[in-house]
C-alpha cells in the first residue's frame, strides 16, 4: 500500500491510499480480488473512502480496468497517477 508523501496534505495520510496490484502473468492477474479490493471501504462512518487500485504488470493485460482501478502502460504514466491523486486529495489543504 502506498501512501501520498507526508507534507502533500493537511489531513493524515494514511486516510488516502493507493493500492498496486502486481501480476507478471495472465494466469496471476486475479480481477476478482482486484474488484475486492477496490470495493473495500475504511474509516470512520461517514468519513469512508475507498483506495486507489493501480494494476501494474503486463499480466492484467489490454482489458479495461473495473471502477475505482487504473491500468497505467508504463512507471512513467503509473506515477503521474499517484501525484494526481495525492494532489487530488490534498485539495484546499496544500500548504
Given at each position: 500500500m502506498a501512501?501520498?508523501?507526508s507534507g502533500t496534505s493537511g489531513r493524515s495520510s494514511a486516510v488516502w491510499?493507493?493500492?498496486?496490484?502486481?501480476?507478471?502473468s495472465r494466469h496471476t492477474a486475479d480481477r476478482t480480488l482486484a474488484r475486492q479490493v477496490a470495493a473495500t471501504a475504511f474509516g470512520v462512518?461517514?468519513?469512508r473512502?475507498?483506495?486507489l487500485v493501480v494494476l501494474a504488470g503486463p499480466g492484467w493485460?489490454?482489458?479495461a480496468p473495473g471502477p475505482g482501478m487504473l491500468r497505467p502502460t508504463g512507471l512513467r504514466e503509473?506515477?503521474?497517477v499517484l501525484a494526481r491523486h495525492c494532489a487530488a486529495v490534498a485539495g484546499p489543504f496544500t500548504s
Open positions: 501512501d501520498c508523501p491510499p493507493a493500492q498496486r496490484l502486481w501480476s507478471q462512518r461517514g468519513a473512502t475507498r483506495p493485460g489490454n482489458r503509473a506515477l503521474d
